[in-house]
């Protein structure tokens, strides 16, 4: 398994001479990769960037701003670290499934691409994911009803064993469905409360009134159980 370069020819700019305008804050990326190949040929790639600093394991006094995984993370040892802000999630599958959008869902990640992505590629969905606001995987699960239910089958399928599921009566308050399209939005529980005037810890408590009511288990279930059941309004820029 190995990334593509975007172009043959060979590299004529010094590592130290990148054109990249270095006022930029460099973006600290951590590759928390198992297979040892992809992870050589990660750091390869985004070493002849300047925008972007690959971070060294993980530790109290260590940020990064994107951790790239392949496989879904332990959670417990990542909230003992108690990292503020936590990295977003760069899936990396093998290829382009519903098996793996389910594997990216269920490791919360804020995006997810295939092992055969190139090296612009790679940096535009780094950049995109620090620089522009939204989750670009809860978006897909908004706005395309297909993917929402095959993420939606999967998850019932895991839960229960059964892969049918019936139309779902919306027992949201309107402040609940507020919050819930803003989650759609991929946007953190932070800046929900930012935007609707509340605090982070109160936008969190919704959030678990909204995953009882709906019988869901994290953001992407509810999200892709509200967009099978035509709940959400239509997202821009999806």
Known sequence: MALK?????????????????????QIAVHIAISES????DLNNLLARSARFSVVKGIGY??????????????????EELDEIPQPKLLFIGVEHSS??????????????VTASINAQELEETICSLVEQPGSPLLKQLASRKDTAVQVLRGL?????????FDKVENRLT?????????????????????LVGLGEQTIK????????????????????LAAQN???LPLANT
């Open 156 to 164: 019932s399928e895991q839960r229960d064993g059964s892969s049918q």
């Open 205 to 224: 408590n919704y959030l678990v009134k909204i995953f009882e009511k709906t019988n869901t288990r994290n953001r992407a279930h509810a999200v892709a």
């Open 174 to 194: 309107d402040h609940e469905m507020v919050i819930l399209q803003l989650v759609a939005q991929g946007e953190t529980s932070k800046d929900i409360g930012q």
């Open 230 to 232: 035509g709940w959400l």
């Open 99 to 112: 098996e793996t959008m389910m594997k990216a869902v269920h490791a919360g990640a804020w995006a997810y």
């Open 37 to 40: 190949r992809l992870e050589r």
């Open 61 to 78: 006094n260590t940020k990064s701003d994107v951790r790239i995984i392949d496989q879904i993370p332990d959670q417990i040892s990542y």
């Open 5 to 25: 370069h975007a172009s043959t020819q060979p590299l004529l700019i010094p590592l130290d001479q990148d054109p990249v305008n270095h006022r930029v804050a």
